[in-house]
Each structure stands twice: as C-alpha cells, then as structure tokens.
C-alpha cells in the first residue's frame, strides 16, 4: 500500500505543480476563478477584510484564510461590480447593531443602468441582499465603483463614486446609507485619456487624497482639501501616478472599525491589466492582489508626492538572508542567491561612471525581467519584453519607465512566482509588473553598462509562509 501511495504521488505531482504554476507565494490569490479589484478592504474585530466579492481575512496583511463565498440572496439578473464595506456602528441603516454592509454596483446582465446596492452582514461572513435596493440610480449606463466611509464632522456616510465615460466623479451623503443627496462633482482633470474608475477619498498627512483609476492599468492620484460636501485640488501641472508599471490598478484604502483616531493608510491594489488579464497561462485561476503598502505623503522640490512603502508585516516571512559586500559592477555580474523565485532585495547603487546599471532578476533561458536606471533619459525602467512567454498577448512585453534624476539609485525588489513589485528611492516611485517564466528562470545579476557603478548596500531574504 505504501508503495502504491508513493507511486501515485510521484505521478500526479507534476500534473499538481502545473496546474499551480504561477501561482505567488505571499500575493494574495484566490483558491480558483477570477480576482480583480480589491472591495471592502475593512480591519474589524481585530481581522483585515478583503474581499472581491469573494472573501478572505487575515490578522496580520500577510496570512488569508479564504471564507465562503458572501454574496446571498441576489437574483442572478446582475453582477456585482467593485464597491466597499463600511461597519455601521450606530445601526443607521437599521440593519443590527455593528452590522457590516457591502455598498456596491449591481450591474444589469442585459446592459440597462449601472446603480448602487447594498447587502448587509450580522456576522461578519454572510451578506444578505437589501430588498429595496437599488439605493442609488440615476439612469446611467456608466455610473459604478462606490468607495463609502463615516465622516465624523457632520455624522453621516459619504460616498465617492465615478462617471466613467465623463471622466468625474461625485460625491454623494447619507444618514442611512439607504437615502443619498448628490453633494458635487470633481473632473475632468489630470490624466482623462481613458475611463474613470474606483475612486478612492482618504485623509492623510494633513492633507486629502483623491485616487482614481484610468483603465486598464493606472492609479493616477490628487492632493488637496476635502470639506464633507466637495473635494478642491491642490494645483498640478500634470497627472501623478501612483505606480508607472503595467499592472497596479483598482487601489483601495483599508478603513479601521476598530480605531477611528488611526493615522495609517494602508492600501492594495490589483496586480492586473484588463488589456489580457483574462488571458494569461495561469491554470489555477485569473489574477492576484499587490502586497499591501503604507501611503504617506512627502514633501520633494516638484511637490507633495505619494510615497508607499511595503507594510512591515511582510518581515516575518524573511528567511536565510544573503549580505554581500561593497562591489564595483562593469558589464554583468551573476549572483548566487537561493535558487527560487520568492525573495526580497534591498540594493543600493552609485552610478558613478556609468551610463546605465540595475538588476536581472527571473534570470535563464536567454530571458531575464531587468530594472535599471538609463542616465542619459534620466529613467528607471522595468523591462520584461524577454522575460516570458507572451504568445497569450501581443501587448504582454513591455519597457515602462519613470521619471528620475539621480546618482544614487535606491532599489527595494518583492520577486514572487509571477510578478516583480520595485520600490526606489525609499518609495517615492513604484513600478509593478506581472510576468510568467519559466520554473529555471531564477537566476539574478548585476549589470553596469558604459562605465563602472558601485553596489553599495546589498542584502536579500528568501520568503516563505
């Protein structure tokens, strides 16, 4: 029998490693099927919610257990589009003391207007549908993605929501999250180039933040005053994004039930692209959540920036750090690190003579994912054009940059399975990717080009759950 049982094993594993390929180690995937947009992102009783409309919760960021699938008693005529969950402290809308409830688009199977939906919750799992919904609907084909949140001043809720194809959006008040009154209307402004999407609206750092994505792939963000009927932006010459790789949308700000007077802003976002995000080999299912970031707001020469930094939660997964010594780099430099695809670097570099310098990471093959800085453009880039297969989309290898004038490039990398997440300049600029390599592609190397660049800090942690 025991024979027989290792003999099984030994054939099915390969078929259970393939079907799990891609899959991260310490992003956030669903067991199966599709995951886009982060909903609900809620800390109450101690857990982090997120949902989308599935449900997992965690304790610490790092570690999800996922939940039953939440949505209850829908008539199957519509789909649940991207939304929020607000805890109801004050039993406003008369659905239990503390109940939770989901405040969403239900939007029509057969393409009649998009209006806003509640569900509500009496344990924090099951979400049951409002009978009178919708709560909000103005006849609109084009009206979606509520972010809602208590604005203790004047004790009410406020809800931000988009006018895609107007590229605005509007802010509505409710005593009851059942009866809204339209407060005003922010846009068009910044980047307008493509849809408007799930807005969000956070205080911070003394200031307000307005989110808002541009389909398919950006986070573009404004600074300035909220006063709970209209939000006033800060002047800005020119858009401001969030993150300058191709897979980071659908942000959303966690909102803590449980300490109103907190000053952490913690968001997630989509690790995704709806040009081929249904399209990508992963067997297991489509699509996987960013590590969650801390915002803060900096001051620099240009202005105010959103700076974001990896939660420090994620530490506890560090294991057999790698420390390596100051080092000059002229042409490529490989490196022995651990041999797998699931690991943090911390890299600082002076480019001193050299025209350009970085790393590959997801090395072999002949392939490799390669962020670099190019001092003549005054650019960091990611580029991972040879880094995949990419026969699943023609649009799939890409070069993406950012603006940077530095000597002194600052580099911290999150590499897991499917995906590379870079932090430079202790977070003031963000570039995140998907990409799929093979299972052998986990090799890594410095690289100067045009000259000599010195490694000055170097070390790297394996991560493991």
Request: some cysteine; charged content about 20%; overall charge neutral.
């Amino acid at each position: 029998m025991q024979r027989y049982l290792i003999l099984l094993l030994a054939l099915c594993f390969p078929a259970v490693m393939a079907a799990q390929k891609y899959r991260p180690v310490y992003h956030f995937s669903p067991k199966h099927g599709w995951i886009g947009d982060p909903d609900g992102l809620i800390k109450f009783r101690g857990k982090y919610h997120l949902f989308w409309w599935g449900h997992a919760v965690s304790n610490d960021l790092v570690h999800w257990q996922e939940l039953p699938y939440p949505m209850q008693g829908g008539d199957g005529t519509f789909t649940y589009f991207s939304g929020s969950v607000v805890v109801d402290k004050r039993n406003t809308a008369g659905f239990g003391d503390s109940a939770m409830v989901a405040v969403y688009t239900l939007h029509k199977n057969d393409s009649v207007p998009e209006a806003q939906a509640l569900s509500y919750s009496n344990d924090d799992t099951l979400f049951h549908f409002y009978k009178h919904n919708p709560v909000l609907d103005i006849g609109s084909n084009s009206f979606r993605d509520p972010q809602v949140f208590w604005y203790a001043k004047d004790q009410r809720w406020i809800m931000v929501v988009t006018h895609p194809h107007l590229h605005k959006v509007s802010f509505y008040a409710s005593p009851d999250l059942k009866h809204w009154e339209h407060l005003s209307d922010f846009g068009p402004m910044g980047a307008v180039a493509n849809d408007w999407e799930v807005p969000d609206l956070f205080a911070l750092d003394g200031k307000w933040v307005l989110t808002i994505g541009q389909g398919p792939n950006r986070m573009q963000y404004f600074t300035g005053h909220f006063d709970g009927r209209s939000f006033v932006s800060d002047p800005q010459p020119e858009a401001l994004w969030a993150d300058y790789g191709p897979d980071f949308y659908a942000a959303r700000s966690w909102r803590n039930a449980d300490d109103t007077a907190s000053t952490r802003v913690t968001w997630m976002g989509w690790l995704g692209n709806w040009t081929y995000a249904r399209d990508v080999p992963s067997r297991w299912g489509k699509g996987f959540e960013s590590i969650p970031r801390d915002l803060s707001l900096q001051p620099f020469p240009e202005g105010l920036r959103l700076v974001q930094q990896p939660v420090p939660e994620l530490k506890v997964l560090r294991r057999d750090s790698i420390v390596l010594p100051r080092r000059k780099v002229n042409g490529q430099m490989p490196l022995t690190l651990f041999g797998s695809n699931s690991y943090e670097l911390e890299v600082d570099i002076d480019l001193q003579t050299a025209k350009g310098a970085g790393l590959q990471v997801l090395l072999g093959q002949g392939r490799s994912f390669v962020v670099g800085y190019d001092v003549q453009q005054k650019q960091l880039y990611i580029d991972r054009s040879n880094c995949s297969d990419t026969a699943f989309s023609a649009h799939f290898p890409v070069r993406m940059s950012a603006p940077l004038h530095t000597r002194q490039l600052q580099l911290h990398i999150f590499v897991d399975a499917a995906s590379v997440e870079v932090f430079a300049q202790q977070g003031k600029i963000v570039l995140s990717a998907t990409t799929f390599p093979s299972e052998t592609q986990t090799g890594v190397a410095l690289f100067a080009k045009g000259g000599t660049a010195t490694v000055t800090h170097f070390i790297a942690w394996k991560l493991e759950k």
